[in-house]
């Protein structure tokens, strides 16, 4: 599947998630400064920035792991920024996180099912669709994770985030890690899950590959949007090539 094939719709209607002015801060570091940015259903949306821009505090703000000191977000109509982690669980979002989050001495399987803990009556139905979409990890169900590769390791982090039926999967620099090559794996399983109808929050400091695949992207420097476009203005961006993409 060719990654520049989706780069169709833009935003329309309202958006899914909605992040305004969006403030938070670890004690005397402001790691986010007043963020603002929207996705919009049927998207996939990056989040282009450095070490330290504040990727990992937005994704995770969203979640509710982290607190925020002004700013509110808006999630399916709904404000979630001073709800519990479970309760946006349950409302359709979820984090697959920098590093993957797995549970090294747990088996697959183990680790699939932790994704479906708020929702066990459908665990069947959704890992079914899991196993459809990753057959290696039916193939794997019950080794311990640590004994995947790295890039079967990113398949088992995205399979648990699917476990709890999102409508919005946040993607903490998924590329992290990896070889090239696997690398190109992962993001056309981004893609493939976008054409299923997910709506995908990611971040990246592969700017390129991401871009490549994404609708639109914001550019995060040190807390603060300063950049927001289509991924084509973004790839054509003289500022972005310079500090990004390495032109
Ligand atoms: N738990 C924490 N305690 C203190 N400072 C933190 C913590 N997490 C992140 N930071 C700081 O917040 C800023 C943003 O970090 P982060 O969100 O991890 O950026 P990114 O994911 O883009 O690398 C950085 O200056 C980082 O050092
Ligand atoms: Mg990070």
């Known amino acids: 599947m060719e990654q520049s094939e989706i780069k169709a719709a833009s935003p ?3 958006p899914l998630l909605k992040v305004e002015n969006l403030s938070v801060s670890y004690g005397h570091i402001n790691a986010l ?3 603002s940015i ?3 259903p049927g998207e996939i949306v990056v989040l282009i920035g450095a070490n330290g821009a504040g990727k990992t505090t937005l994704l995770s703000t969203i979640l509710g792991i982290t607190s925020s000191t002004s700013g509110s977000i808006i999630f399916d109509d709904h404000r979630i920024d001073k709800e519990p982690v479970d309760r946006n669980v349950r409302k359709g979002v979820c ?8 549970f090294a001495g747990m088996t697959v399987l183990d680790n699939l099912l932790l994704g479906a803990h708020h929702n066990l009556q459908n665990k069947d139905k959704h890992l079914e669709r899991v196993f459809n979409w990753f057959p290696i990890l039916k193939e794997r169900k019950n080794q311990v994770a640590k004994t995947l590769s790295g890039g079967e390791r990113q398949m088992l982090s995205i399979g648990r985030g699917l476990m709890s039926a999102p409508k919005l999967i ?7 890690g990896l070889a090239p090559i696997v690398v190109n794996d992962i993001f056309n399983i981004l893609v493939m899950l976008n054409k ?7 971040s990246e400091q ?15 420097e040190t807390g603060s949007v300063t950049l927001a476009g289509t991924s084509d203005r973004l790839l054509n961006d003289p500022g972005v090539k310079a500090a990004y993409l390495g032109a």
């Open 12 to 14: 329309a209607g309202s």
């Open 33 to 35: 400064k007043g963020v």
């Open 38 to 40: 929207e996705v919009f």
């Open 95 to 102: 984090l697959v996180p920098e590093g993957r989050g797995v």
């Open 170 to 176: 946040l993607v903490d620099e998924p590329s992290i």
């Open 196 to 202: 299923e109808g997910y709506t995908i929050l990611l």
């Open 206 to 220: 592969n700017a390129y590959k991401a871009l490549k695949c994404a609708h639109r992207g914001y550019v995060l």
